[in-house]
Nanobody, 123 residues
Framework: QVQLVESGGGLVQAGGSLRLSCAASGRTFSNYAVGWFRQAPGKDREFVAAANWNGAATYYADAVKGRFTISRDNAQNTVYLQMNSLKPEDTAVYYC????????????????WGQGTQVTVSS
């Protein structure tokens, strides 16, 4: 079992930045690929970013490419999502997820999920 707890969400103006954190506990964190997903009101949850076990391989949704950066610190059992140049359409609940094996961009491949953190971007 892996427990994930997100933090760092909040209200920010368009063009601003936020850094989300996801603290993991339980099994050896470096055995897991990690991902960030988000769900806006009235919409399905969607992929945002993912990283392999050591962060050397990263993947991004087209909507956030060049603005968001995923990273991880296995010594601290933490995953980060640096979000820059935020837009109102980035408003959503952001979820951290973890899975064994290779990194994936599909949410169905993820075994463990956090409770989510709200990000609101005002125009």
């Amino acid at each position: 079992q892996v427990q994930l707890v997100e933090s760092g969400g909040g209200l920010v103006q368009a063009g601003g930045s936020l850094r989300l954190s996801c603290a993991a506990s339980g099994r050896t964190f470096s055995n897991y690929a990690v991902g960030w997903f988000r769900q806006a009101p009235g919409k399905d949850r969607e992929f945002v970013a993912a990283a392999n076990w050591n962060g050397a391989a990263t993947y991004y949704a087209d909507a956030v490419k060049g603005r968001f950066t995923i990273s991880r610190d296995n010594a601290q059992n933490t995953v980060y999502l640096q979000m820059n140049s935020l837009k109102p359409e980035d408003t959503a609940v952001y979820y951290c997820a973890a899975k064994r094996g290779i990194v994936a961009t599909e949410e169905r491949g993820y075994d463990y999920w956090g409770q989510g953190t709200q990000v609101t971007v005002s125009s």
